[in-house]
């Protein structure tokens, strides 16, 4: 049914919970797993504090970032007994990122967790999971 397998991690406890499950997943139907993450280099989060630091420094914390990101995602993978390929990808808007990769790699399933926001948070903050739903060509799995 299903070969390959995307699942996203944003680096959160409920994003690592989505990587757990689609180890699993991938595991019993024999497919092929990709974990990708999405390397925002202006995101939210990376500017919002004020940190004193170069352009150069910058770039390079949140490139670390994205890598501990990655090696949680292989820890969680290799406790589920599963052989997954990590992949950062660069943009700056994560749906986007994630439905190009996809489509790039030919998936045919996507496992991405929600944080179930709704509200004023959802309309500033924006949904990922929404917006991969919206523009996938292929089933998504959403992991709460």
Do not use: W
Request: charged share 25%; net charge neutral.
């Amino acid at each position: 049914m299903f070969n390959k397998i995307l699942v996203t991690t944003d680096g959160s406890e409920l994003a690592l919970k989505g990587v757990r499950g689609a180890a699993q997943l991938a595991g019993q139907l024999k497919a092929e797993l990709i974990v990708v993450t999405v390397e925002e280099p202006y995101s939210y989060s990376n500017v919002t504090a004020y940190r004193p630091e170069s352009f150069e420094q910058y770039k390079d914390r949140v490139k670390a970032e994205t890598e501990e990101r990655l090696e949680s995602a292989r820890k969680a993978v290799d406790a589920e007994g599963i052989k997954a390929e990590t992949v950062a990808v660069n943009g700056s808007n994560p749906a986007d990122g994630i439905v190009q990769f996809c489509n790039e790699r030919k998936c045919d399933l996507i496992v991405i967790a929600s944080h179930g926001r709704s509200g004023l948070s959802a309309v500033l903050l924006g949904s990922v999971a929404r917006k991969v739903l919206t523009e996938a060509s292929v089933p998504v799995l959403v992991y709460r």
